[in-house]
T-cell receptor, first 113, second 115 residues
Framework: GDSVTQMEGPVTLSEEAFLTINCTYTATGYPSLFWYVQYPGEGLQLLLKATKADDKGSNKGFEATYRKETTSFHLEKGSVQVSDSAVYFCALMFSGGYNKLIFGAGTRLAVHP | NAGVMQNPRHLVRRRGQEARLRCSPMKGHSHVYWYRQLPEEGLKFMVYLQKENIIDESGMPKERFSAEFPKEGPSILRIQQVVRGDSAAYFC?????????????FGEGSWLTVV
């Protein structure tokens, strides 16, 4: 079945460091891919998405490229801030034809000044 | 526009009691999804409902859990005879249509603690 695998956290970085959070997926066909962010005590917010191969999703300095050949959707940011500290979830849209998201386990990011 | 509204935000129940979690989708949305997030884990799909219909309940535990989305009023996730393992954050999401590709909007979650 469909599944998402993320790199384990926590990821600890200094402010202005480069961020990469790896995400790979297994799915039938070519699902839409998403990154969600969850700040402490809050719900999920959509960070970015890509709907087809080679699409690049971007938002707030974060970006991720849909790589069909490696079935990956790695999240990157060139210079992180303390305010980026949160849990990041990679997800894919279920290939069964309706809006069912399959999430990875999440990666906690801690950014220190 | 109000977003997806969930209540209560925090709920404490003793073992054996019932928990009812409510979700009002965004205006104009007729498709509702429930997810559960256990401590330090990702979100797991539980159930997908349209008005008066359960479309996919493949993620619902076989016993004690039920969900409904009536013609009028919010969607309800009901957990009977709660146990400590039910302690989790329960997130509701909604979309205007059920077709994949529509953006899903999440509520802020209901945190259930079973003592």
């Amino acid at each position: 079945g469909d599944s998402v695998t993320q790199m384990e956290g926590p990821v600890t970085l200094s402010e202005e460091a480069f961020l990469t959070i790896n995400c790979t997926y297994t799915a039938t066909g070519y699902p839409s891919l998403f990154w969600y962010v969850q700040y402490p005590g809050e719900g999920l917010q959509l960070l970015l998405k890509a709907t087809k191969a080679d699409d690049k999703g971007s938002n707030k300095g974060f970006e991720a490229t849909y790589r069909k050949e490696t079935t990956s959707f790695h999240l990157e940011k060139g210079s992180v801030q303390v305010s980026d500290s949160a849990v990041y979830f990679c997800a894919l849209m279920f290939s069964g034809g309706y809006n069912k998201l399959i999430f990875g386990a999440g990666t906690r990011l801690a950014v220190h000044p | 526009n109000a977003g997806v509204m969930q209540n209560p935000r925090h709920l404490v129940r003793r073992r054996g009691q019932e928990a009812r979690l409510r979700c009002s989708p965004m205006k104009g949305h007729s498709h509702v999804y429930w997810y559960r997030q256990l401590p330090e884990e990702g979100l797991k799909f539980m159930v997908y409902l349209q008005k008066e219909n359960i479309i996919d309940e493949s993620g619902m535990p076989k016993e004690r859990f039920s969900a409904e989305f009536p013609k009028e009023g919010p969607s309800i996730l009901r957990i009977q005879q709660v146990v400590r393992g039910d302690s989790a954050a329960y997130f509701c999401a909604s979309s205007p249509l059920g077709d994949s590709g529509n953006t899903i909007y999440f509520g802020e979650g209901s945190w259930l603690t079973v003592v």
